[in-house]
């Protein structure tokens, strides 16, 4: 048993529960076991998420510590046990039912102490089996570790690669996303496509469908409207390197806030220029421009059947000259100033100073890039 007699034990159970009095419990015994074995200690949630890691695999394994996420290359050294810099595996799975919901790694030096880190292996495993299940509430969805990598690894790193390495089937594709109380879509795209890959974040949801022919795409449209559960679908695209952006896209679209909305499913052709604007907006704002809330003008609008929106864009667009913008509106200049002072009241702001009505103009482009208009 080598260095694994009775009080090695007992001093591991020390280390064990000494750590769970601290706030970082992985991390104070990933240190405190390699300084007593000598081992490097990793612990590994099921979804690939490298919740902490001893010095020892952080300078083996340093993609996957600096990610904080294992990685498929590292994944596949781990899987398959291969010897690195002189130093063997022992890899202890932690079960919450019949799917292993976390990992402990032990890296250690000789062949005859096999048998003492595979038992330094299940005492850990079994002490901090709480806080793998406390780790594993964050997600909806428990899959086996090759599916989350997968999709990790798809969503976060370069698509084109995991192509290339890994098979990945050409085709069509189709993302779809939403939030995690919307979860049960996720069940319903998993009984109509066998196809997918399911990544999550803290709040969010991604689904990749793949292999679709065209009539699958009107079937999958179709099914997720039926669904009416709020959510975001891209367009069909072949490029698995736009995978990415894609997201990036679908989660702008989710963002954007619209009060007169009715439909549950938000699609890219329809919504893209809108999520564009959250984006555009974040500039807008460390630029160190002010909101005049020209939103409120446009719910105006809705609310009064008035045309303030349209109103105060043309009277910028004309340089701030009532004349001029009266004569494009086809209104009388008093029906103009009356306008005027609508819209002053509506954003509380003097549209007719310089600052002020540039900052205006420049969130009115947006808007109506962005579709609003």
Request: glycine share 8%; hydrophobic share 40%.
């Amino acid at each position: 048993m080598g260095w694994m007699n009775m009080f090695a034990i007992e001093n591991c159970y020390r280390i064990i529960f000494e750590a769970m009095l601290e706030d970082s419990i992985f991390m104070c015994i990933a240190k405190r076991i390699e300084e007593y074995t000598g081992a490097g200690v990793a612990f590994v949630a099921g979804t690939g998420k490298v919740l902490a890691c001893s010095c020892i695999c952080a300078k083996l394994f340093p993609v996957s510590a600096g990610k904080g996420h294992l990685t498929f290359e590292d994944y596949g050294l781990i899987r398959d046990r291969q010897e690195l810099d002189g130093r063997l595996w022992c890899v202890t799975p932690v079960y919450g039912g019949k799917i292993a919901i976390g990992y402990v790694v032990l890296m250690y030096g000789e062949k005859e102490e096999e048998g003492a880190f595979q038992e330094l292996g299940g005492i850990l495993a079994q002490n901090v089996k709480r806080y793998f299940q406390e780790e594993q509430k964050q997600y909806l969805f428990c899959q086996p570790l090759n599916e989350h990598m997968a999709g990790w690894t798809l969503f976060e790193e370069d698509a084109s690669g995991f192509l290339e390495k890994y098979g990945f089937p050409l085709g069509s594709y189709l993302v779809v996303s939403f939030f995690k109380k919307e979860g049960r879509l996720a069940a319903v795209l998993r009984g109509l496509w066998k196809c997918l890959y399911i990544y999550e974040e803290r709040d969010e949801i991604f689904v990749l469908l793949y292999q679709l022919r065209e009539q699958d795409v009107s079937l999958i449209y179709g099914a997720i409207e039926a669904e009416k559960e709020s959510c975001c679908v891209s367009e069909v695209f072949s490029d698995i390197r736009l995978l990415k952006d894609k997201k990036k896209i679908l989660q702008r679209m989710a963002r954007v806030r619209d009060s007169r909305e009715k439909a549950f499913v938000r699609r890219e052709k329809e919504w893209s220029m809108r999520g564009m604007y959250t984006y555009t907006a974040s500039l807008i704002e460390k630029a160190g421009l002010r909101d005049y809330s020209i939103e409120e003008l446009i719910l105006e609008d809705e609310r009064n059947n008035t045309e303030l929106y349209h109103t105060l864009k043309t009277y910028l667009l004309c340089g701030n000259n009532v004349t001029a913008a009266a004569k494009r509106l086809h209104i009388h200049r008093n029906t103009l100033v009356y306008r005027l002072k609508q819209i002053k009241e509506c954003i509380e702001a003097d549209m007719n100073d310089f600052e002020v009505s540039r900052e205006l103009l420049a969130f009115i482009m947006m808007y109506d890039i962005a579709g609003w208009d």
